[in-house]
């Protein structure tokens, strides 16, 4: 097994990968563009407690730029799994071997379901680094790998694998049941990323709250009654094992914690997601992991935009997006299901600017609404009472979102503001002002923008 290819070069792959490729030039990196310029321009680094270096193998954007591997270590995130299978098949022989080092516990289902054969070695990390920037992982506590056959046997790519690590001062253990070891962790996960998240620290603050044990403890309780009904029976004291092993780590963040800190996506369906998901297949109820979940994607996921949202901003307590979604939750009172009642011969829909503006909380003292075109050319500026009074955003056309070429996605009218026509095509964002804002308008004489 001379030929290795590291997917990734993450807090994972970069550490491992590393250390691989420190004393064999047999080792490559598949890499995305921004983390290839930087392996390329500066090479791959790790520094740690313990000491730093910095080697510089292989490394691409496509894996049919580097050598033809024997081996493949997937070390990318769970949620790019479809995309790099996709990237590997290029490359895969009958004889080429794939070991997982991610999180989650169906990677290698996923894995022999593609590519039909047996042809998948599982893996679990432990340890505790990230990534500092493009390049560069910081690596603080463990350093390990566990791996084995789904059969569980020892077989002679499994030996080969794990002295591939030894060589280079690693410490990998072949264990006998490997899908029991990723449940385990699977276990750590599910409790630990989420509420590092929900509590914004440590792993210590919540090992140090007496009420989070409980919470803990049926956090695990959900995971293993999962796991059971996978055929994939827990040790029944695993919610205490999970907290004895904390204890070494109670300075830690997360891998999500990080994730969410650089507003990189996490993890969140691949875990505690999973577990939900599974839950409902086998009719095991999931309460606590579903919730975990529901309030991880809240908190996580970024702030809607784009085609579609219209972004409420200036004089505010907060600023705010809505997309269509949510302005069709608007009450009916401010809906206009036909345009034509108050533009005739115009069939289409539209969401009352007064309804709109009743939800932020504006600021003491705002007295104008500024509507601004999505190119930043053009905008008209009213007073509040104006905009509340007349103001209708159309946003449907013959039952079809309005189009860019008709001044979608959103197009300011004023029927009945006669001479103060403010008319704006492409709004994506309403600006709260005290005083007049911006107003591109030509004229107070129906001029049009």
Known sequence: MQRVMVVGAGAVGGFFGAHL???????????????LQAVRERGLTVRS??????????????????????????????YDLDEVMDQIEAVMTDRTVLLTLQNGVDTEDRLIARFKRDCVVGGVALIYSKIVEP????????GSVAIGELMGHKSPRVLQIAELFKQVGLTCQVVED??????EKMCWNCVFNPITVLINDRVAKALDHPEMLSVIHQIVGEVAAVAAGLKVPLDADMADKVLRWSQEIRDIHTSMYDDWKAGRPTEIDSLNGYIVQKGRELGIPTPVNEALTAMIKTITEREKGGPGTIRIDGAVIQPMTLDREALAKLPAEHQVYDLST???????????VKGILEVPALAIGADHVTFHSQDGQFAASLTVKQATEYGVLISELDGQPLPESKGGPFRLVTPGLGDLCAHVKGVTRIELTKGPGK???????????
Do not use: C, M, Q
């Not at 390049?135 to 463990?142: N, P």
């Not at 490997?178 to 449940?183: A, Q």
């Open 21 to 35: 490729a420190r004393n064999n030039p047999d080792v490559s990196f598949l890499l995305r563009p921004r983390t």
């Open 49 to 78: 407690a313990t000491g730093s270096f910095t080697v510089r193998p292989p490394a691409a954007a496509d894996p049919r730029d580097l050598p033809a591997p024997d081996l493949i270590i997937l070390s990318v995130k769970a």
């Open 135 to 142: 390049g560069v992982i910081e690596h603080y506590k463990r």
């Open 178 to 183: 490997i899908r029991r070891s990723k449940w």
């Open 342 to 352: 108050i533009l005739p011969n115009i069939k289409g829909k539209g969401i009352r």
């Open 439 to 449: 107003d591109t308008r030509p004229s107070i004489k129906g001029s049009h923008t």
